[in-house]
């Protein structure tokens, strides 16, 4: 070995053994958080009285500083790969929580396959996350995104690492979450706070709700407009079946469905096999959850693809009967709707519009 590369040698091995010291200095101190103090405030967000109740795990209650914390995270590029994107990237609040895109596109700028959902009431979902439902509850979701190539495309193990080292997580971690030492920042507790932002992205403020209430009225054009959609007794409009599988007052029954989007000879032929890609049962194929319409003037385009540009692309996909396969829904039918039905279920989807959610500073940009 040359003079010059030995000394670099002895150079680097210093190094290497400064470096680490310091780096178990940080992890190991074991209580060093242990001065913060720790008195979390449940947090009881309101919930209109005709909403299903909001279930939370027993093991994540809602607090001002768990949902603190999951609001950071939830806008931070923290945790993606180059540190270029964060969840709010694909579900930004000023689109009714999704991304305007027909489908979204990760760091790495690969397009995925699939289209942004709206995170607008999704603390209901009982029966499933995602267009397919493979996610059972917000708390497995939430560990999804972070790995998945085409979105924030990174480790757990990174992520972890960089929050551990920020000047204020840990902090954030130790108020939410009692924690005693920044060791103990993990993907759980990360996901749990996410999870506790997610579920007070709450929509029950519209027009729609006023009504309900007592509040307010519709007008000539919106009350049409909900009778198609609601097939209400007595009235002589045909009936748009909407309700079946949108139904209010969250406006989706929280099931699956073939709505007739895909064209399939056979039930094997699905492009994008939706819910039967997940529970492997042929009869699922080509399924996927109905989404809330609440917001969905916001949320164009369309459909698990976004292929849908518009509204009325969707009105008349409906009022056509759809592309044939085999288990496509009865409901999707020749519905008989007239130009002013359609404008009138147009009206009527307008007052399920609702941006309060904006001005709650829980959910803000931080
Ligand atoms: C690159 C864009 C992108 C990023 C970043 C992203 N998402 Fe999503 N999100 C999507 C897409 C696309 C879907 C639908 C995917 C599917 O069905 O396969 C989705 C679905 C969801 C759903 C399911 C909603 C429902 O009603 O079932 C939740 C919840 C969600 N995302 C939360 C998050 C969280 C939390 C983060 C950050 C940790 C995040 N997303 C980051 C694009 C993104
Ligand atoms: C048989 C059940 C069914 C009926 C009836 C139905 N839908 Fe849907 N709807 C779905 C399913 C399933 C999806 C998602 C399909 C997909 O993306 O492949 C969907 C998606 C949508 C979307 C896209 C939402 C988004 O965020 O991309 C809109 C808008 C919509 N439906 C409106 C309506 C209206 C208006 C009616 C009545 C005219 C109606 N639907 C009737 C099942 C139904």
């Known amino acids: 070995m040359k003079p010059f590369s030995f000394f670099a040698f002895i150079l680097a091995v210093a190094c290497t053994i400064l470096a680490t010291s310091c780096g178990d200095d940080d992890v190991t101190a074991g209580n060093e958080l242990e001065t913060i103090p720790y008195n979390p405030k449940p947090y009881l967000p309101e919930i209109p009285a005709y909403f299903p109740k909001l279930t939370t795990p ?53 397009a995925g396959r699939r289209s942004s959902m709206s995170l607008v009431n999704v603390g209901f979902t009982k029966n499933g996350m995602f267009w397919d439902g493979r996610a059972a509850q917000l708390e497995d979701q939430a560990l999804l995104p972070v790995t998945d190539p085409i979105e924030l495309h990174t480790t757990w193990t990174d992520v972890e690492a960089r929050l551990r080292s920020h000047t204020d997580y840990p902090t954030r971690f130790r108020k939410a979450f009692g924690i005693k030492s920044k060791s103990e920042i993990s993907k759980e507790l ?21 009504i309900k209430q007592g509040l307010d009225k519709y007008d000539d054009l919106e009350l049409i407009g909900f009778s198609l959609y609601t097939d209400l007794e007595g009235s002589d409009l045909p009936d748009a079946e909407c309700h079946h599988c949108h139904q209010l007052d969250l406006a989706t029954a929280d099931d699956y469905f073939n709505n007739g989007l895909q064209e399939a000879a056979s039930l094997n032929d699905f492009k994008d096999l939706g819910r039967g890609g997940f529970t492997k049962q042929l009869a699922d194929n080509g399924k996927m959850r109905a989404p809330t319409l609440r ?20 009105l008349n996909h409906y009022n056509s009967k759809g592309k044939t396969s085999p288990n496509k829904d009865p409901l999707i039918r020749d519905l008989g709707l007239t130009p002013f039905h359609k404008k009138a279920l147009i009206a009527f989807l307008h007052t399920l519009t609702d941006t309060s959610y904006l001005t709650n500073p829980l959910l803000k940009k931080p």
């Open 58 to 110: 027993d093991d994540n209650p809602l607090t001002e500083e768990g949902i603190n914390l999951g609001r950071h995270l939830f806008f931070d590029n923290i945790l993606s790969g180059d540190n270029t994107m964060s969840c709010s990237s694909c579900h930004d609040p000023q689109k009714g929580f999704a991304d305007g895109k027909a489908v979204s596109t990760g760091i790495d700028g690969i």
């Open 190 to 210: 990360a996901a749990k706070a996410l999870s506790q932002y997610q579920r007070i992205i709450l929509s029950g403020n519209s027009k729609y709700d006023r």
């Open 295 to 314: 917001n969905v003037m916001l949320t164009a385009p369309y459909m698990h693809d976004g292929s849908l540009k518009t509204i009325d692309d969707v």
